[in-house]
């Protein structure tokens, strides 16, 4: 960061606490009337992949397909479609890879066992190493014993 | 005594199998990818082995457009190929198409999110291989195969179920292994 003063650091980690979260929806017109549809639709779209940029959900891309995907969410939302009718619509073109929460089935079993193989694995090694450790040592010997008081006291 | 070393071993041994089979699979991912078979980002198609979606779509000017009980008329297997003026690895697959158009292939072409005249510009450009074109410009109908960029083709078979998606510019290596097979094997 060379020629940045320390207020224009601090400057710019305000602008950015201060931005709204991502919202491609930079186009008003965009936006439905009612407001709780609109949250609605938005909750959906969040929940669903841009399948151009890929790391972006729907809501957040500024994709043309982004944006089409946008539409078709928010005029079915109008229509009275549930949340999962116009998930699984998406997922009947798009297919799983839509969903940026996978669902549980066989391919994504290994996905989403993931942390639990983790903790069964880790737990294991933790159990092991408790039982590898040396057991407690064996009690001095009268002998022993002796020696020791006899070199304290020196 | 023996007994549990051997099972201490085994168990100590466990995560380094695990850490190793890991890696050969992600060598063979590596491998796929390098020859094209595998795209981590590629979004696989839903309409394999289903009927093809139904649309009815303008033509190009001056030519008529299609629908999808035309490409079921058709009696033959179709490739139905997602094109535009503006995209660029359509450029590059228009050669490979033409070829594929003088080989007797009926390619039938639907112009995605572009203006004709535009698409007509293209046409003259790089050639037109197509024995029909329709025209998709809100892009509605590409939804509905699940299109994600162009260009995109896809085989219908003579009774309008989709055999094959190829997303992105075909190349000789797809034509060969993968398109002409499904062509000799669905004529």
Redesign the interface.
Known sequence: MTGSSPVMTICAVLFLALAPAAHAVSNPSELMADPKQEARAEAIGHQLRC??C?NESVEESEA??AR??RK?IRSRVLTGDSNEEIIAWM?????D??RLRPPFNTLTAALWGAPVIALL?GG??VV?ARRRRNPAPTPLSDEERRRLADLLKS | MIDRTIKRRLVLLSPLAIAAAGGVGFWAMLGRMRDGTFDPRGVPSMLIGKKLPEFSLPGQPPGAGFSSADVLAAGRPVLINFFASWCVPCVIEAPLLMRLHAANTPIWGIAYKDKPDATAAFLKRTGDPYARIARDEPGRVAIDFGVYGVPESYLVDRTGIVRWRWAGPLSEDVVAQQLDPLLRKFA
């Open positions: 399948l151009v890929q043309d397909l089409d995907l078709i997922t009947a073109r798009y297919g890879f839509v694995v294991g090694a092991l």
